[in-house]
């Protein structure tokens, strides 16, 4: 009998530690709420199955997972620019305020905000939060195409919580990680 109970317990034990270890699915959410036609829209996807569909789309702008940055003629040395933004100190970077709108990008205890409150037009807020260890997965090639594949499976070893927030007169949209 008491071997019984033993071998039980070992067996619970050893199912036990292997839920523990198994790591929990991660879900990316978006809420739209659109006050001008009463409409909401919920989406919740697991992370993989958003890679998936990464891979399964192919229009001009997304191929491959690969998202196409329009940075208007601008030479950007991506390697160089997210390597600065991720050695700097916690520091407010950049403070721009005129007539169309505000706009604040910081670095605070190991996440990057971006905040922008339009002051003209629909007067619409974005607040974006983004950890700081996300700049290693973030990859843009030389025709200047965004890894979005890669940049969203390294949010499945983040910490939860709110990325974007976009407030505006016609509408309100959340997009987090849970």
């Known amino acids: 009998?008491?071997?019984?109970?033993?071998?039980?317990?070992?067996?619970?034990?050893?199912?036990?530690?292997?839920?523990?270890?198994?790591?929990?699915?991660?879900?990316?959410?978006?809420?739209?709420?659109?006050?001008?036609?009463?409409?909401n829209v919920d989406v919740r996807v697991p992370l993989g199955m958003v890679l998936t569909v990464l891979d399964a789309v192919k229009t001009d702008e997304l191929q491959a997972?690969?998202?196409?940055?329009?940075?208007?003629?601008?030479?950007?040395?991506?390697?160089?620019?997210?390597?600065?933004?991720?050695?700097?100190?916690?520091?407010?970077?950049?403070?721009?305020?005129?007539?169309d709108a505000d706009v604040k990008v910081r670095k605070e205890a190991g996440t990057i905000y971006v905040d922008v409150n339009e002051k003209k037009d629909d007067n619409a807020q974005v607040q974006v939060q983004l950890p700081a260890s996300l700049i290693d997965s973030i990859t843009i090639d030389q025709d200047n195409r965004l890894d979005l594949k890669t940049l969203l499976a390294s949010l499945s070893s983040q910490t939860m919580g709110d990325l974007v927030k976009v407030t505006a007169p016609d509408a309100n949209v959340r997009v987090w990680i849970d």
């Open 65 to 99: 997972g690969k998202i196409v940055l329009h940075t208007d003629e601008a030479d950007i040395d991506w390697p160089k620019l997210l390597k600065a933004i991720k050695d700097a100190p916690d520091a407010q970077f950049v403070t721009v305020s005129s007539d």
């Open 1 to 39: 009998m008491m071997r019984k109970i033993l071998t039980l317990s070992a067996a619970f034990v050893l199912m036990a530690g292997a839920l523990i270890a198994a790591e929990p699915t991660r879900w990316l959410n978006v809420h739209v709420e659109s006050t001008e036609d009463h409409a």
